[in-house]
Nanobody
Framework: QVQLVESGGGLVQAGGSLRLSCAAS????????MGWFRRTPGKEREFVAAISWSGGSTNYAPSVKGRFTISRDNNKNMVYLRMNSLKPEDTAVYYC????????????????WGQGTQVTVSS
């Protein structure tokens, strides 16, 4: 069973920065693609960013590209989301996700999810 625990959310002013962290329990962490998603009330869950099992490839939603950076440390079983130039529309609960994926590209679906961490950006 894979367990994911997010941390690092909080309240920040527009233009500020936050770094989210996700601690993963699986021993074969490097066999998993990792992703970040977000959800706001009344809206469907939205893809934010993904990183390949090796960390060599990343993918971003157009709305965050150039502002957010996803990274991972396979020695520590950690994945991160650095968020710069935050906007009020980035306010959401952010979720970490994992999918066993040792191939090119990124998975369409993720089987494992964390409980989420709230990010609130004030104007």
């Amino acid at each position: 069973q894979v367990q994911l625990v997010e941390s690092g959310g909080g309240l920040v002013q527009a233009g500020g920065s936050l770094r989210l962290s996700c601690a993963a329990s699986q021993r074969t962490f490097s066999n998993y693609a990792m992703g970040w998603f977000r959800r706001t009330p009344g809206k469907e869950r939205e893809f934010v960013a993904a990183i390949s099992w090796s960390g060599g490839s990343t993918n971003y939603a157009p709305s965050v590209k150039g502002r957010f950076t996803i990274s991972r440390d396979n020695n520590k079983n950690m994945v991160y989301l650095r968020m710069n130039s935050l906007k009020p529309e980035d306010t959401a609960v952010y979720y970490c996700a994992a999918e066993r994926w040792i191939r090119d590209g990124f998975p369409y679906e993720y089987d494992y999810w964390g409980q989420g961490t709230q990010v609130t950006v004030s104007s």
